[in-house]
């Protein structure tokens, strides 16, 4: 299990649009994912899970990822995270 943590920059934090981006990265990978924040964990490949953390600018989440491609996904995802500018 790898896991990094990463402090929202986006302007709109995880929200609709950002989300979407996030959901389509994160399926692409074969390991489960997870999201961090305030203690509580969701699946980070279901949008819905996503949008009800209410994740907003500043707040700082972990990524939590285990499987066989782990360590790609978690390159890539937290990469994502910090480039998102919607």
Known sequence: ??????????PSGL???P???FVTQAT??????????DG???N?????NILAMGAKKGDEIILRIKGEDEKE???TLVKLLQSLNE
């Open 1 to 10: 299990m790898v896991e990094a943590k990463v402090t929202l920059q986006n």
């Open 15 to 17: 929200h609709a649009r």
């Open 19 to 21: 989300a979407s981006i």
């Open 28 to 37: 692409r990978f074969k390991s489960d994912i997870l999201i961090v924040k």
């Open 40 to 42: 509580k964990e969701v």
């Open 44 to 48: 980070a490949k279901s949008i819905l």
């Open 73 to 75: 996904a978690l390159d």
